[in-house]
DNA sequence: AATTTGCTACTACGGATGTAGTTTACTTGA
DNA sequence: TCAAGTAAACTACATCCGTAGTAGCAAATT
């Protein structure tokens, strides 16, 4: 399977709103950018073009005369890029990552205890 | 405080082998990076060059004609802040990316169960 | 002292990224 | 049908990053 990209920043916000959206138009994804921080229209349109380049969204139709765009990866798959980059930068171990988010308050025992449960389930079959 | 500044892959392997070292020129640095991978002198001289304006790095003092680095921030700040930045795409929630290095077993149970016993023990005082 | 060696400083450059203006083309309302 | 409004495409540009060459100075060696 290939390698899903690396997406920058601002790339993943604005998927994050394609994700949320889930068909949306340049400017449906532009506008659903807090007002105080939204960039130009065309701005988004260029982190647009970049998704649909790396494979990240779809044109689906047209609307009008407006492009509609649909998310091809999925968050999952995204996230667990992001996850399994800094974890190389960790030297590939998890545990201190962990442990920060512990010692900051981040996480807490009762968030464990909660994730455990739920693995645990899971653990048996597979 | 100032927020410690944000380094980049590359940085960051430097800044670790700084670390390690303790205090090192940037010939020092350039080989201890294992020799298939090994950059340029001038690479690694222009990246400790960028540490140093970041405030990563310090000059110490010069032996014959080559100055010694030293490391300014720790590696606890910048791995904190690692994954404050990562927990910002994720919304700011940890619960998913622990969530997700148990699905892809790159965490343990067993992990878990000994990072909480260490962290009960630190929970008490404080 | 003169030459060689090694290091610093400076310069460069292509690709990625954030940011956006301009031009062109299509849609739709009057 | 023709103008007004949008949207797509194209172009631009500064900054950052990885990568490294070159010039010049200092140190060591003969």
Redesign the pocket.
Known sequence: MKRST??????LEIMDLVWRLGEA???EVQEAIPEDER?????V???V??LEQKGAVRRTR??????MFAPVITRKSVYRRLIDDLLDLFGGSAQPVVAHLLESGKLTLEDIKALEKKEEKKGGRK
Chains 1, 2 share one sequence.
């Open positions: 690396r997406l920058t920043r601002f790339e138009s340049v400017r960039p130009a229209y065309t701005t349109q260029t982190i073009q970049r047209k609307i009008g005369n407006a492009l």
